[in-house]
């Protein structure tokens, strides 16, 4: 089945302008709690290492049931492959990379690096598919950006200072980005829940066996708080964010819905200030609502439609081959 026959698209002209960012924006709040629960974890007893595999393992538990309870028929050989490239990205690199950022730095800060995230997404997408977004696009995204770094610096108070947890923060950003392109084509084709499901069922192996090293050199002994955490963390940030914002990236524009994530740093810090108490003053607020209007700016815009040489006639889903 190719990237445009799906079942997405093939329902494309039903759904509103507003379908795609819409769903984005629903998983974006589910993810926008995932750094703050991270560090909720981390300090209840959690290692790092078990929360970022464990997660991961207890979700493709979940996925499996699914999968089984739908009879989902299994992906092709070419689509596995592809699935192994969102797998790295989101089930084993942004988790891990995360969780042990988390360690060494608060969560406000982390929430706004990955406030690159958007720009990053919208850079794998436009290398991995045909959309080409327009030039206002670009200077809505990378004024976004700008806007998500300042706004690091107005609630840390540290500018131009970086962490050596900024560079797994970085690497989180990357690993998510590529995941993100992937899956959201992979969605167009298998369907947004069963992309992400069969990404953690593909993972899971890897994930358990990390996930038992972790728990024998550090037994995952906690609080009930770190440990509720950790099950929002599996089961919402780890399995059913990706069903809303797998399925606003395949509805689309891709480009246009990855920038919903610009409003996730603004989310975060104010969980991170109502759950640890951190003061959020004027400017940080102001700088919020300047990430929020670039975001929205970005999303309204338009992308260039695909080169006549290589634009597909309208699509017609083929019957289903096992």
Not at 91 to 120: E, K, N
Request: hydrophobic share 55%; with cysteine.
């Amino acid at each position: 089945m190719k990237e445009h026959s799906s079942v997405i698209r093939s329902n494309g002209a039903l759904l509103s302008r507003a379908a795609g960012p819409g769903w984005g924006l629903l998983g974006v709040v589910a993810f926008s709690f995932t750094l703050p629960f991270t560090r909720i974890a981390l300090s209840g007893g959690l290692s790092p290492l078990f929360i970022g595999s464990a997660r991961a393992v207890v979700a493709a538990a979940l996925a499996a049931v699914v999968l089984l309870a739908t009879r989902q028929r299994p992906p092709s050989p070419v689509q596995g492959a592809r699935l192994a490239v969102v797998a790295l990205g989101v089930v084993a690199g942004f988790p891990l990379l995360t969780s042990f950022a988390m360690t060494t730095t608060p969560a406000s800060h982390g929430a706004v690096v990955i406030g690159l995230l958007p720009a990053a997404t919208a850079v794998a997408v436009v290398l991995r598919t045909r959309e080409r977004p327009s030039p206002s696009f670009w200077v809505f995204a990378l004024l976004g950006s700008a806007a998500a770094l300042v706004f690091a610096t107005l609630q840390n108070g540290t500018p131009g200072a970086l962490r050596p947890a900024d560079l797994q923060l970085f690497g989180a950003v990357i690993a998510a980005a590529v995941g993100y392109a992937e899956g959201g084509l992979l969605a167009r084709e298998l369907g947004a829940w069963q992309t992400i499901s069969w990404a953690l069922v593909l993972a899971a192996p890897v994930m358990l066996a990390v996930a038992v090293a972790a728990g024998v050199a550090a037994p995952p002994v906690a609080t009930t708080t770190a440990w509720l955490a950790f099950a929002y963390l599996a089961a919402v940030s780890m399995f059913l964010g990706f069903f809303a914002w797998y399925r606003g990236l395949a509805i689309g524009p891709m480009a246009q819905v990855s920038q919903i994530q610009l409003v996730q740093p603004v989310m975060g810090i104010t969980w991170a200030a109502f759950l640890f108490h951190e003061d959020v003053g004027g400017a940080t607020v102001l700088g919020g609502l300047a990430v929020v209007a670039c975001a929205g700016l970005a999303v309204r815009t338009r992308s260039s439609p695909p080169t006549p040489a290589r634009q597909e006639a309208p699509c017609v889903t083929p019957p289903a081959t096992s």
